[in-house]
């Protein structure tokens, strides 16, 4: 059971063009991240949003965390080559262990010049 | 960047061999994580250390045994190797434990190929 669905699974657009990335499940999280990972390293923290309604943001990138706690949505205005990479969002399930997160499978996001 | 690194970064080995993969970090973070990483699959959790040699599964602990005899390093060994545990490893450490929100920091991963 995939606890966190991520979508789309795959992505792939031009420079200059916006685009967002879901994450949705049936649980309740109390902390959800987002992370991006580059090809042949580690996967690297990008946001940690806790609150229901929480919306911050990162130069062009903007996070929202769900009223419910329970989806979260990543948008990248104007997206660079550079922004390409595998996005990755994980939880903390609201009542679990803290120190354990769930990951999503992840979008991979390719942004042509 | 949290001081985190992984050896080796590459190995190929064969079916049935022992192999271990050392994590050590320099951030003195409680918690310590082993992950594997496969298409399809996303990151799962193999085995996590809540304190000097205070482990616990995960959710793809078969096959495979930790130990953290200090703070700094969290091995993972493989008894004997089989074909499926061909992955790349990511090691991670976070400090927090309490409060409302964990936060992950990984290192630079271990591909590892069973023949």
């Known amino acids: 059971t995939q606890l966190l669905e991520q979508s789309p699974q795959f992505l792939s657009i031009q420079e200059g063009e916006n685009l967002t990335v879901y994450c949705n499940s049936s649980s309740v999280f109390s902390s959800l991240q987002w992370y991006r990972q580059e090809p042949g390293e580690g996967p690297v923290l990008l946001v940690t949003v806790v609150t229901g309604g929480e919306v911050k943001k990162l130069k062009r990138l903007t996070f929202q965390f769900g009223d419910a706690r329970k989806d979260s949505s990543l948008h990248i205005t104007a997206a660079q080559p550079g922004d390409t990479g595998l996005y990755l969002c994980a939880g903390a399930i609201s009542g679990g262990s803290n120190y354990k997160l769930t990951f999503g499978k992840g979008t991979l996001l390719t942004v042509n010049p | 960047d949290a001081g985190i690194t992984q050896s080796p970064r590459h190995k190929v080995t064969e079916t049935g061999t022992p192999v271990t993969l050392r994590c050590h970090q320099t951030?003195?973070?409680?918690?310590m994580y082993w992950y594997r990483q496969d298409p399809g699959h996303g990151l799962r959790l193999i085995h996590y250390?809540?304190?000097?040699?205070?482990?616990d599964k995960g959710e793809v602990s078969d096959g495979y045994s930790v130990s953290r005899s200090k703070t700094e390093d969290f091995l993972l060994t493989l008894e004997s190797a089989t074909s499926s545990q061909t992955s790349v490893y990511f090691c991670?450490?976070?400090?927090?434990?309490?409060?409302?929100?964990?936060?992950?920091?990984f290192g630079p991963g271990t591909r590892l190929t069973v023949l």
């Open positions: 951030e003195n973070h409680r918690y």
């Open positions: 250390s809540y304190g000097v040699k205070d482990t």
């Open positions: 991670a450490i976070s400090g927090t434990g309490e409060g409302v929100y964990n936060e992950q920091f």
